[in-house]
């Protein structure tokens, strides 16, 4: 099998983080989600995933599908994928509810890697 993740502990603290978030070696929809986690000061492990669609076997478990990002966040019982989708999230439930800003900021990307 190769569910061959490994863990990053980018914001952790020894502990294990509340949101877990499937994502890609530089992929811009999963930076626009690390960007949103950081801003708000969430802490967060990533755990990156097989660059290789067809084997991304851990995120299709997690979240039904093979595309990133997903997070799982442990503290409100949601697993989400599609950047658009989780940005929303994110705003309407750590930061001001107001997501038009950060569309503004991105040109509006929505979607994952694929």
């Known amino acids: 099998m190769s569910d061959t993740t490994s863990d990053?502990?980018?914001t952790t603290t020894g502990h294990e983080?509340?949101?877990t978030f499937y994502r890609l070696q530089a992929c811009p929809y999963c930076?626009?989600?690390a960007r949103l986690l950081e801003a708000y000061e969430l802490?967060?492990?990533s755990r990156f995933v097989e660059p290789l669609h067809s084997k991304?076997?851990?995120v299709k478990r997690v979240a039904g599908v093979r595309t990133v990002p997903v997070i799982v966040d442990e503290q409100t019982g949601v697993t989400m994928a599609e950047s658009a989708n989780i940005v929303d999230y994110l705003e309407s439930t750590y930061g001001s509810g107001d997501?038009?800003?950060s569309e503004t900021e991105?040109?509006?990307a929505a979607g994952g890697d694929d």
């Open 8 to 10: 990053v502990g980018d």
């Open 17 to 19: 983080a509340p949101i």
């Open 31 to 33: 930076e626009r989600v």
């Open 43 to 45: 802490e967060y492990q």
């Open 56 to 58: 991304r076997d851990v």
């Open 99 to 101: 997501s038009s800003s």
């Open 106 to 108: 991105t040109g509006a």
